[in-house]
């Protein structure tokens, strides 16, 4: 299982040939208080950089893309109900969507825990 981070501070747990995308640590302490998650639909196709979701704190509201290219395979349905489980654990309770991998290929522009690190120091 491998993670990689985005310079937009999404992160995609690669899970085979799907991915977990959600915002990592860093986005959510910068955001703060997380209000609403606003989810994408189960079927939808994304290409890389398309606006997948969207995360409301009490300061901000904040879009979340896609790290790669690929169909939406499951949603995070707990999110709609209480969204501060992105605060509470951003990368395990707090994912917000699966999606079915269409080029794995995309994944080696994205960036891996040292890139992630140097970007956020």
């Known amino acids: 299982m491998t ?3 985005t310079p937009d501070h999404e992160y995609i747990r690669v899970e085979g ?3 977990v995308v959600g915002i ?3 986005a959510q302490e910068a955001l703060g ?3 609403f998650v606003e989810l ?4 939808k196709v994304l290409k ?5 979701a969207v995360v409301e ?5 904040s879009e979340i893309y896609a790290p790669v290219s690929g169909t939406v395979t499951e949603i995070n349905e707990a999110l709609s109900g209480e969204p501060g489980l992105v605060n509470q654990d951003p990368t395990a309770g707090g994912w917000i969507y699966k999606i079915a991998i269409a080029d794995a290929g995309e994944l080696d522009g994205l960036l891996d825990d040292a890139g992630y690190a140097d970007l956020t120091k």
């Not at 704190?57 to 509201?61: G, L, N, Q």
């Open 3 to 5: 993670t990689k981070f």
């Open 17 to 19: 040939a799907t991915g």
């Open 24 to 26: 990592t640590n860093y």
């Open 33 to 35: 208080d997380i209000v």
């Open 40 to 43: 994408p639909s189960v079927g």
């Open 48 to 52: 890389k950089g398309d606006e997948a």
């Open 57 to 61: 704190s009490v300061k901000a509201a």
